[in-house]
């Protein structure tokens, strides 16, 4: 596998450090250099923020075909019983359900929706891949924290993603409201890379994935970057999408609302910045968490095939 300088070395040093970013944000000239649907204010917002919100993007029968589709991935027997089935770490309800456009035809589709896979490609100036995807499930009283993290720091450590030229994007698959655990953002602190404290174990995932114990930010740091930026909830009713980059801080607390929060999580990331070896020494994750078998994007009409 092709070998990268590290450019953002990470889990080596015995303190942790704030550098600068040292890619664009949006990778292209201007923002219309590469075709596709945001404006050029969404893009500046973007660039700024390190988020975009767009208000109920998918109608609300589109919504509950996905949700229909979730419970019933939810009471297969295998998918049940498979490592991509990640189950709370303090009880037997599910967490997470990785790799679900690999399982289901209807999400392999919504992966590819013109609506969200072509301002992926805008936003990273290039053709995009699926790095990852996964249904993240906080049911009302019971869902779990995410705690505070930059995907990026994991992705480059554990996985070997050289640069950051990736995107997430979050589409709410029920109402996320200030109170059943929604995703907290840092804006601007996707502008700043958090080296963090500790030497990755091998098969680190089978833990983290439950409870991250590494490549979490130290407390000073994060301190600092929420001086600098605040947190932002951003809410909605379900269909909404959010978008956000790879490096910026984010997290969320429990649900103990009755109101669950579901969200469907997929990872665009450039046809240029593919994975080579993990920069943290250990073995390369599975290729459920972390795709090495790239298969560009189409853009498709989901849900007008």
């Known amino acids: 596998m092709q070998v990268l300088e590290d450019i953002y070395p990470s889990r080596v040093y015995d303190q942790p450090r704030i550098t600068l970013r040292r890619d664009p944000v949006v990778w292209a000239e201007s923002s219309r250099a590469t075709a596709g649907p945001l404006s050029d204010q969404q893009i500046a917002e973007f660039v700024e923020r390190g988020h975009l919100f767009l208000p109920e993007l998918f109608d609300a029968a589109e919504v509950k075909l996905l949700l229909d589709d979730i419970t019933a991935l ?87 993603m050289p640069r950051m030229r990736a995107i997430s994007c979050s589409i709410l698959l029920t109402d996320n409201n200030p109170f059943n655990g929604p995703l907290m ?61 790879c490096n910026v801080m984010h997290g969320s607390s429990g649900n103990i609302s009755p109101w669950p929060r579901s969200n469907m999580f997929c990872v665009y990331n450039s046809v240029e910045n593919t994975l080579v070896e993990p920069y943290g020494g250990t073995a390369p994750r599975p290729e459920f968490i972390a795709a090495r078998r790239i298969k560009p994007v189409v853009p498709v009409d989901c849900f007008h095939s």
């Not at 996707?190 to 590494?214: A, D, N």
């Not at 130290?218 to 909605?236: E, F």
Request: proline fraction near 5%; aromatic fraction near 10%; include cysteine.
């Open 185 to 245: 953002i840092v804006p601007g602190s996707h502008t700043k890379f958090v080296s963090c404290v500790g030497k990755t174990p091998e098969e680190h995932y089978k833990q983290s994935l439950r409870k991250q114990e590494y490549g979490v930010p130290d407390t000073d740091s994060l301190t600092q970057l929420v001086k600098d930026g605040g947190i932002v909830a951003p809410v909605g009713k379900a269909g909404s999408v959010l978008f956000f980059d």
């Open 74 to 160: 939810g009471k297969d027997r295998e998918i049940q019983q498979s490592p991509a089935c990640i189950y709370e770490p303090s009880h037997g309800i599910v967490r997470s359900l990785f790799n679900i456009h690999s399982v289901s035809d209807l999400f392999n589709r919504l992966v590819a929706d013109r609506r969200i896979a072509t301002a992926a490609m805008q936003i990273l100036g290039s053709g995009v891949y699926i790095h990852q995807s996964r249904v993240n499930l906080k049911p009302g009283f019971h869902g779990e924290q995410f705690y505070w993290h930059s995907d990026f720091e994991t992705w480059h450590v554990e996985d070997g």
